[in-house]
């Protein structure tokens, strides 16, 4: 198995953008879903946005119109776009690949939105 690796995060203000990248093998990556999870301190990982090997996305509701789930298939990478950041998206995201070929967890990258 090869690593699924995030990267993108860093520190940010208020109201600006990031857009985050998730790494992965052919074999993870044509899984039949893929998606981003975030992690703030003292809470449980939520998820934030998915999408599937056919194309479909899903938003929590707390990103729905300003973040953007996308693919690069020729790179095998999965983005995050991320605009009008507010402090309360602050967290580790993670990227995840699961399906048929099994479950896959990225270690994360961090955003931190300042107010």
């Known amino acids: 198995q090869v690593r699924v690796v995030e990267s993108g995060g860093g520190l940010v203000q208020a109201g600006g953008s990031l857009r985050l990248a998730c790494a992965a093998s052919?074999?993870?990556?044509?899984?039949?879903?893929m998606g981003w999870y975030r992690q703030s301190p003292g809470k449980q990982r939520d998820l934030v946005a998915t999408?599937?090997?056919?194309?479909?996305?899903n938003y929590a509701d707390s990103v729905k119109g300003r973040f953007l789930i996308s693919r690069d298939n020729t790179k095998n990478t999965l983005y995050l776009q991320m605009n009008n950041l507010k402090p309360e998206d602050t967290a580790v995201y993670y990227c995840?690949?699961?399906?048929?070929?099994?479950?896959?967890w990225g270690q994360g990258t961090q955003v931190t939105v300042s107010s």
């Open positions: 999408l599937t090997r056919g194309g479909g996305r």
């Open positions: 995840k690949s699961w399906g048929m070929v099994g479950d896959y």
């Open positions: 052919g074999s993870i990556f044509s899984n039949d879903f």
